[in-house]
């Protein structure tokens, strides 16, 4: 029997979501539609050939009270998404049988089929829909034996009226539920990526995402001309300010100075945290105007101040380096900023050092 069955992400083999938790209660009331609108058609062709009262019975059961009883028996299970994919089953048994019962009146009979099959599909459940066939078989053969396997497909214009509210109404249903479904995935899609866009500890860029943006403005030096220049930025000796005052404070001294290195990306720019305590900012500049950004940022951090350690002075050092006129590789751009770094180191700290990229041979 058709039942409108939301579709669920990653299916029953899902487990570490945990997708089927909720599983009888997201389906309670698309069975209850499914069901309800699937009434119309039986009684319409029912109506129509005298049925008698076990006919009436067996649809007032699978349209009235299977929808609440498949409830109550998936909650009060032990394991609900078990007992709920043998509700799915039964639907599709209850689907095979109104054939039977309808005597294979042709429409009817088609769509009640074929949406207890889709609904299966749409689910998300592997293989649920191959596994709902046997059952609806048995639906049909058990029925079928009951009505002496009667054959009568022509369907009727009143049919054909009973059967388009189901036909409508839950093909609105699953479209609305798909698309509320895809709109919840394009969200945690967006949260997932911002997630992966961003270090969690500083809010600035993680470091796969702030190369992927320094490899563009790289690219932008190459192909227009573009100033770029790189600052590579170290927190000095960051080890002795974990070792006396704690990992916690260290922690607040990196975000501290991440938002500093924040401040230094002139618009245009990418900052981003490389690991540990060392920062990155991709500055569309020159050499000469990335270093006035460089000297007020080592300025900004040397005047920060902490409250749980009064004493505690930090210090950074900062290694620039401008792209090439000519084709270059980050990883070439990173080590000339990464040596102009260690000069400012080998110089005593809390400086800045520059260095230029080689002009390309032959120039």
Known sequence: MATSTPPVPGGADDRRGGHLRNLPRRTYRFRILGMG?????????????????????????ACLVWPHLAFVVAIRSRDPKLAELRNFLFDSLLAGSYAAVLHFNVLPSVLLMSMATADKVNAGIRGLWLRSLPAMA???VGAGLFTGFAFSPET?????????PIMVIHSLA???SSYQLVRKVQRQNLQLEALNRTDALTGLDSRAYWQSQ?????????????????LLVDVDRFKDINDRHGHA???????EVGQHVRRAALPGGHAGRLGGDEFAVALPAGAAAAAVVAE????????LRFA??????????????TAADHDMELADWMETADRALYEAKREGRNRVAVLTSPAKPGA
């Open 138 to 140: 048995a639906g049909l």
């Open 249 to 255: 404070l260290g922690d607040d001294v990196l975000r």
């Open 37 to 61: 609108l699937a009434a119309l058609p039986l009684v319409v062709v029912l109506d129509a050939r005298d049925a008698s009262w076990p006919y009436w019975a067996w649809a007032g059961f």
């Open 174 to 176: 699953v479209s609305l």
């Open 156 to 164: 009727t214009m009143p049919v054909v009226l009973a059967c388009l």
């Open 308 to 321: 749980k350690a009064p004493g505690l002075q930090v210090s950074i050092s900062i290694g620039l380096a």
């Open 296 to 303: 007020q940022l080592r300025r900004d951090v040397a005047d």
């Open 214 to 230: 320094a490899e563009h403005q790289l690219h932008r030096r190459h192909a227009k001309g573009h100033d770029a220049t790189l």
